[in-house]
């Protein structure tokens, strides 16, 4: 993949997160009063082994019904949310195989700036990165031949959660939903071991409620695991679509930054048609993904294998202009002035080209930094995303965890040794499992 592609793949994980906790974010109200009603139950029981094993056998055949409120509030808001994206993640698929199309050249590794073309001007040398939209969806792409807005909405309602479909995974009626059922089954867990160590019911009702946590990561897990499936499924509906510029596709795990030992040695993997790699998602929370290559991509996946990474950045070359007192000056049309900053000081592997660029009107460094594959290869991203421009860290990150991970990054203990890699700074500030 070039580095275009990288950036928009990237990107496009994070905000997939996002968008997954959020959902999940809006049932934890209801979730936690349905906690707390069961608790209240579990604090009455009378006291007395027999009595209160009698009275819990019909508190648990309550529950189902205590927990029918956010089961039909957490499908409503998954199915709203997956048909919303499912545009999003269409538009997604024709940005990342245009960007095959529109490179200059195409990389096989990942870049901090998209390809940087250069052309001379009356005022110097002039740098474009191209365009990235700041958004997706259907106002940045055309959905494409026999894809319709109906087939679209299908996808959506066709999303699973590991083989099972959400609509039978949150179905009511003559049997508990499977949603519900794995929330009651966590519940009775906890009062019989209480029960069996001999626990107040006060202390038991307390240790139901510590549970909300555990219900939050399982609510997260499937959000998660939803909007991933139906991120290839969507996809998989343009690919297929425009299957004359496919060549075959690659099992990536780059972007899955906790990758599990089940799907980390199918990373890189390459195959002609997609059906011959895994299905992602393939557990709970899972972040890899099929992604299509070009004819040239195939020939430069298969002929040359990864070896080591080259990321190029752009570094400012300009900064405010101060006055004595060190406020900021301002011209004449009140903007701020600006002067050039030298060259910074290359450190180990990196290397900054001899003339400044300029892009959208400001001057940069270029910087190009070589470093040898990582161990594994979903180490990329965190490399990938402590390499890059403070710019390209907040497009991929957003304001507020970029500078936490520049942050956490740049720690170092009393030794002078880095606190975290980009691995563990990267795992702090995106979304937990």
């Known amino acids: 993949m070039n580095n275009k592609q990288f950036l928009l793949a990237t990107r496009n994980v994070v905000r997939l997160e996002d968008l997954a906790s959020a959902t999940a974010k809006k049932v934890l109200p209801a979730l936690k009063q349905a906690m707390e009603d069961i608790a209240r139950l579990i604090d009455d029981l009378p006291e007395g082994n027999i009595m209160r094993s009698l009275r819990y ?21 998954l199915l709203f949310m997956l048909r919303n994206e499912v545009e999003e993640q269409t538009a997604f698929a024709k940005q990342f195989l245009d960007a095959a199309d529109t490179a200059t050249g195409v990389s096989t590794v990942p870049s901090a700036k998209p390809p940087v073309s250069v052309t001379q001007t009356a005022r110097g040398t002039t740098a474009s990165l191209g365009s990235i939209p700041s958004t997706l969806g259907p106002g940045n792409f055309g959905v494409g031949v026999g894809i319709t807005r109906t087939q679209l909405v299908g996808v959506a309602d066709d999303v699973q ?10 179905k009511t009626g003559t049997k508990t939903s499977k949603w519900i059922q794995s929330n009651i089954n966590q519940i009775d867990r906890t009062v019989k071991t209480g029960f069996l160590t001999g626990q107040t019911n006060a202390e038991i009702s307390r240790a139901i409620q510590d549970k909300l946590r555990a219900s939050k990561a399982q609510a997260d897990a499937v959000a998660r695991t939803a909007v991933m499936d139906l991120s290839q499924r969507a996809q998989a509906k343009f690919y297929d679509d425009n299957r004359d510029r496919i060549a075959g596709y690659e099992y990536d795990a780059v972007f899955d930054y906790r990758v599990c030992e089940q799907c980390a040695p199918w990373s890189g993997a390459i195959r002609r048609k997609r059906d011959e790699l895994p299905t ?24 040359d294998p990864q070896k080591s990474s080259s990321f190029v950045d752009l570094v400012p070359g300009e900064k405010v202009k101060r006055d004595s007192k060190g406020k900021p000056m301002k011209g004449p049309t009140g903007k701020y002035m600006y002067e050039n900053t030298p060259r910074p000081k290359a450190r180990a592997n990196e290397q900054f080209y001899s003339r400044p660029v300029f892009v959208d009107g400001k001057r940069y460094w270029r910087k190009r930094v070589d470093a040898p594959a990582a161990a ?47 691995q563990e700074a990267l795992v702090k500030v995106l979304p937990r499992n």
């Open 161 to 170: 959660v590991l083989g099972v479909r959400l609509e039978e995974l949150f």
């Open 280 to 303: 992602t998602p393939r557990h709970p929370s899972c972040r890899c993904q099929r992604l299509p290559l070009t004819r040239t991509e195939w020939a430069l996946r298969k002929d």
């Open 57 to 77: 056998k019909q508190i648990y055949e309550q529950m189902a019904s205590i927990y029918l409120g956010p089961n039909e509030l957490f499908k409503n808001e």
């Open 376 to 422: 594994s290869r979903n180490e990329q991203m965190a490399e990938f995303l402590r390499r890059a421009s403070d710019d390209t860290q907040e497009k991929v990150m957003g304001v507020d965890r970029a500078k936490r991970f520049r942050r956490y990054t740049g720690e170092k203990d009393r030794n002078g040794n880095y606190r975290y890699t980009s």
